[in-house]
């Protein structure tokens, strides 16, 4: 069992310091993937549209989404800067909580509007920043 815990501590905390650490940041970013993933199953199922092909591909663009965030710490480092990471975990915020709010209303969940318009302004800040 150590060694287990061992493995975990090992590869959890090389992961983090590729993503630029720990901070609320990436936990709100790693939040919210999780819930839109399990939002998202509800949802194909509540449509009767459960597929598990579809269901790996989505893991596989969840755990491929950090690499921006990667990329984006790195070229920090580099110019010395602090910006490219948090734009890159702002972006993947706004996406997850728009998908979120989609899979919820899919389902009759209703959405806070003031929840949603964060969400959106959240999105236009880093559009704008992007350009």
Do not use: C
């Not at 755990?63 to 702002?90: C, K, M, Y």
């Not at 909580?97 to 899919?106: A, C, K, V």
């Not at 959405?111 to 969400?119: C, E, I, R, V």
Request: aromatic residues 10%.
């Amino acid at each position: 069992m150590d060694k287990a815990k061992w493995t975990a501590a090992i590869v959890g905390g090389t992961i983090t310091a590729l993503l630029g650490g720990w901070d609320i940041m990436l936990q709100v970013l790693v939040g919210f993937v999780v819930a839109d993933y399990i939002t998202g199953l509800i949802a194909a199922w509540y449509e009767k549209k459960l597929n598990s092909d579809v269901g790996l591909r989505g893991i596989a663009k969840k755990v491929l989404l950090f690499v921006p965030v990667a990329i984006g710490f790195w070229l920090d480092q580099i110019l010395g800067q602090e910006i490219l990471r948090n734009l890159s975990i702002w972006f993947y915020i706004a996406n997850e909580g728009l998908s979120i709010l989609e899979n919820l209303t899919t389902v009759g969940v209703p959405f806070p509007p003031a929840l949603a318009d964060a969400l959106e302004q959240l999105k236009a800040k880093e559009e704008s920043h992007a350009e």
